[in-house]
């Protein structure tokens, strides 16, 4: 995605040095050309304050705020200290301050960039109102105004990006600057489950200029926002070098551009060989499935079961469940934490079978499954390809019992071509384990362990939970939680979560109630002397 010109972001980066000769209003001046705010009252990130002579100024890309402080026009001490408690941590004698956003414009670029936007704005005022779409014009018109306003006086506006073509003074069509033009000249490039990533790169581009057509025909943005873009596939691989993909089950774009130096990687630490493929009737299969699931069951072991949409998912899972199973479904409507938790109920016994469509493929670690059962493995497409029945079968590859069992009617091309790969890698596994004296185990994990797979997704929720819950032990904790939650608050709102944000407004005024308490006691407290005269009259 386009984040700006290199170039133009680092000859905006400011140093200042402890004794150096500098201006304070030139500083400023610099603060302000680097898009940063003035705000006297309340100290915020990509803002600054000025008392006197002294600047405090908080960097966009830190932590820790800055204190500049002047004596006359030369710098005298610089002070990183806690933006909510105020403690100095440090005093360097030199720092670097980067700019609060990506797209930094120079004066002389700026003017040339406002020139070209107002005359493409006119143009296409035109156009429309030639096409009889009056209101597109005016809302075009209108928007553009302001924006030109904003950006001749403060140098920069809302959605800036839009205009980047302009501001960058690059030709229409021509790329965008992105993260990768960052990056040194030799670096390496992991496209990590590259089937999936190479394909979403692909479809980016096309995505987002689907959605930026209608904003154009609509007089939302002027045309030249369509080169505001993530990048093309050969654009991305123009600026990628070395490159690995990984993947376990590579397409053939991976091994064209690899220029078939593969590195076949199929031998496990465990021993663990790939699991058996059998073919079964489809006639009495769900009859068969919950003989077969009752008997992982009675092992201590769990099963996946997958279907071909969610309709068939959910109609198994509720006849299961009327035979007795322990059972849930997953599919695209559950949210990304809710099919943790359920993951991790799996593995933790709290039920035997899971049905699912299409998310039960890569990257789950799921020892405990001993059966994966594919429904209407026959059906070729899309979700029964090579690929996908080798991705899915490779959920039972963790278990020393793993069997694939797959329902079908016929033999397809995808079929034959999963099993024959299966037993391909099982060859060389088994030849593997034998030649070095390797016994397979199955991965033993405690419930410990297990509890412990979700901390990482669920470690945002975690901690704001913990900080509901915590009784801070001093005011600047108290302070600090407050203004945590507050942006927890903030958040939810903004993703229309208005239950959890009115908790985290109740935690606030709680928290806010007890300052007040603390503060009022302090004020009415007698002084320490007082109190140990009292004391000794009381004894008296």
Same mark, same amino acid.
């Given at each position: 995605?386009?984040?700006?010109?290199?170039?133009?972001?680092? !000859?905006?980066?400011? @140093?200042?040095?402890?004794?150096? *000769?500098?201006?304070?209003?030139?500083?400023?001046?610099?603060?302000?050309?680097?898009?940063?705010?003035?705000?006297?009252?309340?100290?915020?990130?990509?803002?600054? +304050?000025?008392?006197?002579?002294?600047?405090?100024?908080?960097?966009?890309?830190?932590?820790?705020?800055?204190?500049?402080?002047?004596?006359?026009?030369?710098?005298? &001490?610089?002070?990183?200290?806690?933006?909510?408690?105020?403690?100095?941590?440090?005093?360097? $004698?030199?720092?670097?301050?980067?700019?609060?956003?990506?797209?930094?414009?120079?004066?002389?670029?700026?003017?040339?960039?406002?020139?070209?936007?107002?005359?493409?704005?006119?143009?296409?005022?035109?156009?429309?109102?030639?096409?009889?779409?009056? #209101?597109?014009?005016?809302?075009?018109?209108?928007?553009?105004?302001? *924006? #030109?306003?904003?950006?001749?006086?403060?140098?920069?506006?809302?959605?800036?990006? !839009?205009?980047?073509?302009?501001? &960058?003074?690059?030709?229409?069509?021509?790329?965008?600057?992105?993260?990768?033009?960052?990056?040194?000249?030799?670096?390496?490039?992991?496209?990590?489950?590259?089937?999936?990533?190479?394909?979403?790169?692909?479809? @980016?581009?096309?995505?987002? +200029?689907?959605?930026?057509?209608?904003?154009?025909?609509?007089?939302?943005?002027?045309?030249?926002?369509?080169?505001?873009?993530?990048?093309? #596939?050969?654009?991305?691989?123009?600026?990628?070098?070395?490159?690995?993909?990984?993947?376990?089950?590579?397409?053939?774009?991976?091994?064209?551009?690899?220029?078939?130096?593969?590195?076949?990687?199929?031998?496990?630490?465990?021993? #663990?060989?790939?699991?058996?493929?059998?073919?079964?009737?489809?006639?009495?299969? /769900?009859?068969?499935?919950?003989?077969?699931?009752?008997?992982?069951?009675?092992?201590?072991?769990?099963?996946?079961?997958?279907?071909?949409?969610? +309709? @068939?998912?959910? $109609?198994?899972?509720?006849?299961?469940?009327?035979?007795?199973?322990?059972?849930?479904?997953?599919? &695209?409507?559950?949210?990304?934490?809710?099919?943790?938790?359920?993951?991790?109920?799996?593995?933790?016994?709290?039920?035997?079978?899971?049905?699912?469509?299409?998310?039960?493929?890569?990257?789950?670690? %799921?020892?405990?499954? &001993?059966?994966?059962?594919?429904?209407?493995? *026959?059906?070729?497409?899309?979700?029964?390809?090579?690929?996908?029945?080798?991705?899915?079968?490779?959920?039972?590859?963790?278990?020393?019992?793993?069997? /694939?069992? %797959?329902?079908?009617?016929?033999?397809?091309?995808?079929?034959?071509?999963?099993?024959?790969?299966?037993?391909?890698?099982?060859?060389?596994?088994?030849?593997?384990?034998?030649?070095?004296?390797?016994?397979?185990?199955?991965?033993?994990?405690?419930?410990?362990?297990?509890?412990?797979?979700?901390?990482?997704?669920?470690?945002?929720?975690?901690?704001?939970?913990?900080?509901?819950?915590?009784?801070?032990?001093?005011?600047?904790?108290?302070?600090?939680?407050?203004?945590?939650?507050? +942006?927890?608050?903030?958040?939810?709102?903004?993703?229309?979560?208005?239950?959890?944000?009115?908790?985290?407004?109740?935690?606030?005024?709680?928290?806010?109630?007890?300052?007040?308490?603390?503060?009022?006691?302090?004020?009415?407290?007698?002084?320490?002397?007082?109190?140990?005269?009292?004391?000794?009259?009381?004894?008296?």
């Amino acid at each position: 995605y386009n984040i700006g010109e290199p170039a133009e972001f680092a !000859n905006r980066v400011k @140093m200042i040095k402890v004794g150096e *000769d500098m201006d304070r209003d030139d500083l400023l001046a610099d603060l302000v050309s680097e898009q940063y705010t003035r705000n006297d009252y309340e100290l915020k990130r990509s803002a600054f +304050r000025v008392k006197g002579d002294v600047v405090e100024i908080w960097p966009a890309h830190d932590e820790i705020a800055l204190r500049v402080e002047f004596f006359g026009d030369e710098v005298t &001490s610089i002070n990183k200290f806690n933006p909510v408690s105020g403690k100095v941590d440090e005093e360097p $004698d030199n720092v670097m301050i980067f700019p609060a956003r990506h797209f930094q414009v120079s004066e002389r670029s700026l003017a040339d960039a406002l020139d070209a936007i107002r005359e493409e704005m006119t143009e296409r005022v035109a156009e429309l109102e030639k096409d009889g779409k009056l #209101l597109e014009a005016q809302r075009l018109k209108t928007r553009t105004k302001y *924006d #030109l306003e904003m950006l001749r006086e403060v140098g920069y506006c809302p959605g800036i990006e !839009n205009y980047s073509r302009h501001l &960058s003074g690059r030709m229409p069509g021509s790329r965008p600057w992105c993260l990768l033009d960052y990056f040194p000249k030799d670096y390496l490039t992991v496209i990590d489950e590259s089937h999936i990533g190479i394909p979403q790169i692909d479809g @980016m581009y096309k995505g987002d +200029r689907f959605r930026k057509e209608n904003l154009v025909t609509h007089g939302f943005r002027l045309p030249s926002a369509l080169d505001n873009r993530p990048l093309k #596939l050969n654009e991305f691989e123009g600026l990628v070098g070395q490159t690995i993909y990984t993947s376990a089950t590579p397409g053939e774009y991976e091994r064209v551009n690899s220029r078939k130096r593969i590195i076949d990687l199929v031998v496990r630490p465990t021993g #663990l060989v790939d699991p058996e493929m059998v073919i079964k009737p489809t006639a009495n299969q /769900v009859d068969d499935l919950i003989e077969e699931i009752r008997i992982r069951a009675e092992r201590n072991e769990r099963t996946l079961v997958t279907t071909l949409t969610k +309709r @068939m998912s959910e $109609d198994l899972a509720t006849y299961l469940a009327e035979m007795d199973i322990r059972v849930k479904y997953m599919h &695209s409507e559950v949210n990304a934490l809710e099919r943790v938790e359920i993951l991790r109920g799996l593995r933790l016994g709290e039920f035997d079978v899971l049905v699912g469509i299409n998310l039960l493929r890569e990257g789950l670690d %799921l020892p405990e499954v &001993s059966l994966v059962a594919i429904l209407d493995a *026959d059906k070729e497409g899309f979700l029964r390809d090579t690929r996908s029945l080798i991705q899915t079968s490779g959920r039972a590859a963790r278990n020393i019992s793993g069997k /694939v069992i %797959l329902y079908a009617d016929k033999v397809t091309n995808s079929m034959k071509a999963a099993m024959d790969e299966a037993e391909r890698r099982r060859r060389k596994q088994i030849a593997h384990n034998e030649s070095h004296g390797i016994t397979p185990q199955t991965i033993r994990k405690s419930i410990d362990q297990v509890m412990a797979t979700t901390e990482v997704a669920e470690g945002r929720k975690s901690i704001v939970d913990m900080d509901l819950g915590r009784d801070p032990r001093d005011e600047e904790e108290t302070i600090e939680l407050i203004n945590r939650l507050k +942006r927890e608050m903030k958040q939810a709102a903004e993703n229309l979560d208005f239950e959890q944000a009115a908790i985290y407004r109740d935690r606030i005024g709680e928290l806010k109630l007890k300052i007040e308490k603390d503060i009022l006691k302090q004020a009415t407290r007698p002084p320490k002397e007082k109190r140990s005269s009292d004391r000794r009259q009381l004894s008296d």
